[in-house]
């Protein structure tokens, strides 16, 4: 009777392994299939060259606010709030325009070189403006910190003065920018946020927090005033190691309810004893 037992368990045990080895690549192929579909599968909607981009309204105080915009493409539309990356460059209300690139280059022009280093703010974008725009977007300003127009005029200013667009005047401490707006660094808003960049950065040394630059075009493929967008992309690391992780939790649940069968028992028990 164990004999036969033993037999029994040994079929049981091989099918359940040839089942499992199914899922196993099953899951494998999910797996590939969620990293080779970053970013299709988590970055919708978002904005890519191509698209079509209007803007609705901005802050009035001193147009140096929040922006309304309504991205169109792909069978896509709708609407973002961001802040310009240019204080030197205009873009006008009620057009349309396109986005040329989708990059990490404030100023790109398609072109060799794709932005132009004697202009002010031009060139990669700063990783504090990265890190800045970044809390913003995922609420660590909002709503209260930026919920009136003269808070939202300070956080654009910090955004061009961080970027190295500003002109500072000696005379009174400020910083300005080209449509006369001012930002001080001594002010408790720039020290409340801005001190804390240097404990995030020594934790992600790349300066990558997820910010953009769109960097729109008008009907010419003349340069318009850049936006930033936050875009996070999941690492395929990540999501590997999540793959990984629910892997090894069926292994664990099957091969514990193989395990827990009474017969498996007596015949383990037997063979201890």
Sequence with gaps: MVCFLHIFLKKFEDMENRKMNKLIKVILFAMLL????????????YVVAGDSIYLNSWNSLDQSGIMNYTVSGG?????????CIQD?????????????????????RNSTPDYNPSVAGEGPLNSRVNWLYAQYETGVFGPTGLGNQSNQSDFQNLLWYLQGEDTYNSSNGKWYSTIGTTFSTSSAWYKDYINNYASASAANPSGQWGTEVLNIVDSKGVIAQN?????????????????????????????GAIKNLPVYRKLRARKES
């Design 34 to 45: 969620l990293v080779t579909a970053v970013p299709a599968a988590f970055a919708t909607p």
């Design 75 to 83: 069978g896509k539309q709708f609407n973002i709030g961001t802040f």
């Design 88 to 108: 030197n460059v205009d873009i006008n209300a009620n057009t349309w325009y396109t986005v040329g690139n989708v990059s990490d280059i404030v100023g790109w």
């Design 227 to 255: 936006q930033l967008v936050y875009q996070p992309v999941p690492e395929p690391s990540t999501l590997l190691m999540s793959g990984a992780g629910l892997l090894g939790l069926l292994l664990i649940r099957r091969g």
